[in-house]
């Protein structure tokens, strides 16, 4: 079967350095996404990986081993709106979505 | 960039009666939307397909004659709950994507639907 695995839940404090890691078995693999979505709110886009490799964008980066079946979310210089779920999806063979449960960050100051 | 708009917001209903909900591409062509659902503290999970111009494809164990979906256009797709339940009661999210299947989601703003 096809299987995305996250934490549930992490805690980080503001400022401070944060990585939300995400594995995968799936039939196929058309690239891994990652998305934000803030309680009550619909998610956001926030990267996307199709090649091992480390894509940076501002004060988030996202890594993928495609070898190893992972994807790792980096967050820099954590703020308080960063607290929000981070979801892992992957794209099969059929380029279908197959959506993590999602890691709950929670952000103390 | 890509804007998908759902409406409404969030609805309540009572048992029996049916709600739509819409979803409208604003700034590209969509001939394929997605409908999801998601219940407190659980992930998203694919309902169906909206194809533009055809019939809808259901996930496994949704039904199609309670969830009804037409997408008329290349820029509207609906979502209608007949003869709802409290069971239905979740956030609806619709999604679209603006270029080809590398390309990512864009999600509305979801529908808190509410049955008494």
Sequence with gaps: GQNIDQPTEMTATEGAIVQINCTYQTSGFNGLFWYQQHAGEAPTFLSYNVLDGLEEKGRFSSFLSRSKGYSYLLLKELQMKDSASYLCAVSDSNYQLIWGAGTKLIIKP | ?116
């Design chain 2, 1 to 116: 960039g890509a804007v998908v708009s759902q409406h409404p917001s969030w609805v309540i209903c009572k048992s029996g009666t049916s709600v739509k909900i819409e979803c409208r591409s604003l700034d590209f062509q969509a001939t394929t939307m997605f409908w999801y659902r998601q219940f407190p503290k659980q992930s998203l999970m694919l309902m169906a397909t909206s194809n533009e111009g055809s019939k809808a494809t259901y996930e496994q164990g949704v039904e199609k004659d309670k969830f009804l979906i037409n997408h008329a256009s290349l820029t509207l797709s609906t979502l209608t709950v007949t003869s709802a339940h409290p069971e239905d009661s979740s956030f609806y999210i619709c999604s679209a994507r603006m270029g080809g299947e590398f390309s990512p989601l864009h999600f509305g703003n979801g529908t808190r639907l509410t049955v008494t």
